[in-house]
């Protein structure tokens, strides 16, 4: 039991700190390719969405690579940082940030976009600067789509398997996810174990899109849209 807890902790502490970043750094990001025009906006938003169709144990491979004391920033991070982030939390960290990006940046640059103009106009006319625009009119009115790439940012963390296996290995308490286990169970044919897992990420998978789907009904009757 005390493996059992320690495993899903590893694995919600993980989605927490991924989302949080996520947040932090797909607001931005969101809001620059939704308003501004520049000629290598295809190039970010091909790198932004390149997760999406990318097998996960590739992403996890060049990461591997890339953080490896061999290669430049591998050693650099290791020669002047102390830093060393294949196999730790750190490691599997940073890869699940990239792999979700598109998860929360998509739903969020959809807010932006479909945000009635007339709204943005109004707030200009009025004085107000463009920060003051994103955080007192437009953030408080897609709500929804913030909620949904919370979650989806969320849950598609809480289930990753591929980058962190090739990243993080499998470490107890360190790197050693649920969806680790519960592979390493089937392989040993322990099914039973491995339901428990399983289980437990399927019911929180499915308690976290009933939670948007009533959050999202009800921002949604107060948004000025």
């Known amino acids: 039991m005390e493996e059992y807890l320690e495993t899903l902790l590893l694995t919600c502490q ?4 991924t989302t949080f970043i996520l947040v932090i750094v797909s607001i931005p990001l969101a809001y620059g390719l939704a308003f501004f025009r520049f000629r290598i906006k295809p190039i970010i938003e091909a790198l932004i969405s390149l997760p999406l169709v990318l097998p996960p144990t590739v992403l996890g491979f060049y990461l591997l690579v ?3 004391p061999e290669n430049m920033l591998g050693h650099w991070l290791e020669k002047y940082l102390h830093v060393s982030l294949n196999f730790t939390f750190a490691g599997i960290l940073i890869g699940s940030t990239i792999y979700s990006l ?3 940046v998509h739903p969020i640059q959809a807010g932006f976009e479909n ?3 007339i709204l943005l106009d109004a707030s200009y006319t009025l004085g107000k600067s463009r920060m003051t625009t994103l955080w007192k009119v437009i953030l408080p009115n897609i709500k929804p789509s913030l909620l949904s790439g919370i979650v989806l940012a969320f849950a598609h963390t809480m289930g990753e398997f591929g980058v962190i296996l090739m990243i993080g290995g499998n470490i107890p308490g360190e790197t050693r996810v649920a969806s680790i286990v519960i592979y390493d169970l089937v392989e040993d044919l322990k099914y039973k174990q491995a339901n428990q897992y399983a289980l437990a990420l399927l019911l929180f998978s499915f308690v976290l899109l009933i939670a948007l789907y009533r959050l999202s009904r009800r921002t949604q009757s107060h948004t000025l849209f």
């Open 115 to 117: 945000f009635p103009s």
């Open 102 to 104: 598109p998860f929360m």
């Open 14 to 17: 993980l989605a927490f700190c």
């Open 66 to 68: 890339t953080f490896s």
